[in-house]
């Protein structure tokens, strides 16, 4: 167990519908990122929050938004499905938001949820 | 823009034997951040080992060791001793500075090697 949660662990949904999947970082880590892992598009950063703001954003659709709670566990909405969004989507957790470049500052990644779009 | 470059899709190698997993990467940072994860079939991304651009020693994780080769650009995972449940996806890492210099902590992730251990 990584202490990084994300739920749910699988979920199937139709075209045009809306879910969102949800993440709880590990204990004491103050940012929040979520990745999206395709097929063809391998791992993709998509978001960044630290502490509850936005600090960096990636290759993130306009159907899609996030944040991130005053209790610290993030949220990813997925609205307007459309069949290329199925994949499985990281959630991963640090401790730090701005760090030294060549610092360690590891990423913990959940377990990610799996979401297929009929 | 800070590219990470994985050549092998797929190794094959024997129980007991060592491999090397090639990784490359394209940056013009003079300080940036190397990781090397590890995804098994089940699908969670487990970290495996760090080197720093400015760490003079190749960083060394039990049967893991990265080697770290800065003029070349290349940051190679050398799994010593392979055992069965070597066998996953392996995906080199980098991390991103931003625009300032200093670093928001993201990483930008290679397409992967898949490594199967034969007994």
């Known amino acids: 167990d990584s202490g990084v949660t994300q739920t749910p662990k699988h979920l199937i949904t139709a075209t045009g519908q809306r879910v969102t999947l949800r993440c709880s970082p590990r204990s004491g880590d103050l940012s929040v990122y979520w990745y999206q892992q395709s097929l063809d598009q391998g791992l993709q950063f998509l978001i960044q929050?630290?502490?509850?703001?936005?600090?960096a954003k990636g290759n993130i659709l306009e159907r899609f938004s996030a944040q991130q709670f005053p209790d610290l566990h993030s949220e990813l909405n997925l609205s307007s499905l459309e069949l290329g969004d199925s994949a499985l989507y990281f959630c991963?957790?640090?401790?730090?938001?701005?760090?030294?470049?060549?610092?360690?500052?590891?990423?913990?990644f959940g377990a990610g949820s799996r979401l297929t779009v009929l | 823009a800070q590219k990470i470059t994985q050549t092998q899709p797929g190794m094959f190698v024997q129980e007991k034997e060592a491999v090397t997993l090639d990784c490359t990467y394209d940056?013009?940072?003079?300080?940036?951040?190397l990781f090397w994860y590890k995804q098994p079939s089940s699908g969670e991304m487990i970290f495996l080992i760090y080197?720093?651009?400015?760490?003079?020693q190749n960083a060394t994780e039990g049967r893991y060791s990265l080697n770290f080769q800065k003029a070349r650009k290349s940051a190679n995972l050398v799994i010593s001793a392979s055992q069965l449940g070597d066998s996953a996806m392996y995906f080199c890492?980098?991390?991103?500075?931003?625009?300032?210099?200093?670093?928001?902590?993201?990483?930008?992730f290679g397409q992967g090697t898949i490594l199967t251990v034969h007994p």
């Open positions: 940056t013009s940072d003079q300080s940036y951040g």
């Open positions: 890492a980098m991390r991103e500075a931003n625009a300032g210099g200093t670093s928001y902590g993201k990483l930008t």
């Open positions: 991963a957790s640090s401790v730090g938001a701005q760090v030294p470049t060549s610092g360690a500052n590891v990423l913990t």
């Open positions: 080197q720093g651009s400015y760490d003079e």
């Open positions: 929050y630290y502490n509850g703001e936005e600090r």
